[in-house]
Each structure stands twice: as C-alpha cells, then as structure tokens.
C-alpha cells in the first residue's frame, strides 16, 4: 500500500504525548509526498477514538503516555476488526517494552530519533504487510528476544510447513512485505496474504515478528527446513 494501489497515500496516526513529537513526525512523514497523517493522539483513549474514526494505515504508538499506555493501547487496538498495522516508537532505556509490545502484537519496533528516510520507509512496509525493526534494536535486542535455539516443538512446527509455506516464512522472517514476497515467488498480494496467516496459524504466532523470531531460532540450531 505504497500509496495504495489507487494511488493514496499511507493514511496514518501518531500517538505520543509529546505533542512536539507529534508534529516533527507529521512534517517528516507528510515531506515525503507519499504519507498522510489522519490524526494524532495524546494517549491510548485517543488513538483507538482516532482509529475508530477514520480509516488508517498504520499506527506509530509510543509506550509510555498518561492515561492509557501504549501497550494496552497496542492490546485493544489488535483486537478491532480490520486493524492498522502497528509499530512501536521507543528508545533505548525502554528496551523492556520491546518484548511485551512483541506479545501484544506490534509489527514493528522504532526508535524516535531513526534516520527520516528509514522512517518513511518503515510506513510503507507496514502498509504493505511487512515487519520493521530498527537496526538498533535489532543489534541490541533480537538475541535476548530470541533465546539461544529452537525448541524441538518449533522445530517441528516449522518442518510441517509446505514447501511453499517454507518459502513465506524465510521471506517474512527477512522483514520483506507481502507485496515484495508475491514479487519473488510469482504471487499475488492476496495469495500472499493467505499464505501468512496460514503461517501464523501453524506456528501459533500471533503476529509476523513472532514468526519471524521462531524462523530465526530454527535456523540457529542448523534446520535449513
């Protein structure tokens, strides 16, 4: 949905009590021609009044805001039909977030002060289908949140795969977005989108990181599937 295909832009919500936050983030996004911020919210009340209010793309959600948080925010937000992706926003003294944001269905994780362009970038995997982590987090977090291997339940999860479903997962697990993979394997965005969450559903994960991560600790223990 890079502007989507009738050639919208990546309708967002930003939800940060900063409010000069917000609206560095809105110029940022909005330069690039290709973004449009729908509204922004001062707290997880506003940012599910906001989603419910107008169609979005993609929710950026900081964690800590007053009232209710961006966790609880990112909780209740997943549960509504037909939900944004979301993405959390955070920076590294609040590294312990990152693994609850990640079970409570986040699709992405960045740091408030990310270069623009991998911002901008970020949006639009997001609206495509895709999982984004910022490098730093990733360099810094991913081993802890990954654990040392794969279990043999995972293991096994993952060999019962089709062959095709393998290739999905290997594609998701390097973050590429559902358009990207139908790219790659000559398949439509919707087959794609099928195939994830058939993917999802077999590895019980509940989101793209998570079996992204699962992906990850298979590997680590020499399954090449």
Same mark, same amino acid.
């Given at each position: 949905?890079?502007?989507?295909d009738?050639?919208?832009?990546?309708?967002?919500?930003?939800?940060?009590?900063?409010?000069?936050?917000?609206?560095?983030?809105?110029?940022?996004?909005?330069?690039s021609?290709?973004?449009?911020?729908?509204?922004?919210?001062?707290?997880?009340?506003?940012?599910?009044?906001?989603?419910?209010s107008?169609?979005?793309?993609?929710?950026?959600?900081?964690?800590?805001?007053?009232?209710?948080d961006?966790?609880?925010?990112?909780?209740?937000l997943?549960a509504?039909?037909?939900?944004?992706a979301?993405?959390?926003?955070?920076?590294?003294?609040?590294?312990?977030y990152?693994?609850?944001?990640?079970?409570? %269905?986040? @699709?992405?994780?960045l740091l408030?002060?990310?270069?623009?362009?991998?911002l901008? !970038?970020? &949006?639009?995997? /997001?609206a =495509?289908?895709g999982?984004?982590?910022?490098?730093?987090?990733t360099?810094?977090?991913?081993?802890?949140?990954?654990?040392?291997? %794969?279990? @043999?339940?995972?293991?096994?999860?993952?060999?019962?795969?089709s062959?095709?479903? !393998?290739? &999905?997962?290997? /594609?998701? =697990?390097?973050?590429?977005?559902?358009a990207?993979?139908?790219?790659?394997?000559?398949?439509?965005?919707?087959?794609?989108k099928?195939?994830? @969450?058939?993917?999802?559903?077999k590895?019980?994960?509940?989101?793209?990181?998570?079996?992204?991560?699962i992906?990850?600790?298979?590997?680590?223990?020499?399954?090449?599937?």
């Amino acid at each position: 949905m890079q502007a989507d295909d009738r050639g919208e832009p990546v309708r967002v919500v930003l939800a940060d009590d900063e409010s000069m936050l917000r609206r560095g983030l809105r110029l940022l996004l909005e330069s690039s021609g290709t973004i449009r911020v729908v509204a922004e919210a001062g707290d997880g009340n506003e940012l599910l009044a906001a989603v419910r209010s107008h169609r979005v793309d993609v929710a950026l959600i900081d964690v800590q805001m007053p009232g209710k948080d961006g966790l609880s925010a990112l909780r209740d937000l997943v549960a509504l039909p037909d939900p944004p992706a979301a993405a959390v926003l955070t920076t590294f003294d609040l590294d312990d977030y990152v693994s609850d944001a990640l079970r409570h %269905g986040a @699709s992405g994780f960045l740091l408030k002060d990310a270069d623009p362009a991998m911002l901008v !970038r970020a &949006v639009h995997d /997001l609206a =495509a289908g895709g999982a984004v982590l910022d490098p730093r987090i990733t360099a810094r977090l991913l081993p802890r949140l990954r654990g040392t291997t %794969g279990n @043999s339940r995972e293991i096994q999860l993952v060999r019962g795969l089709s062959a095709r479903e !393998r290739q &999905v997962l290997e /594609l998701l =697990a390097d973050g590429r977005s559902n358009a990207d993979i139908g790219l790659r394997l000559g398949l439509t965005e919707a087959t794609v989108k099928s195939y994830v @969450s058939t993917v999802l559903s077999k590895l019980g994960a509940q989101n793209r990181v998570q079996a992204a991560l699962i992906a990850q600790r298979v590997a680590d223990v020499g399954n090449h599937w």
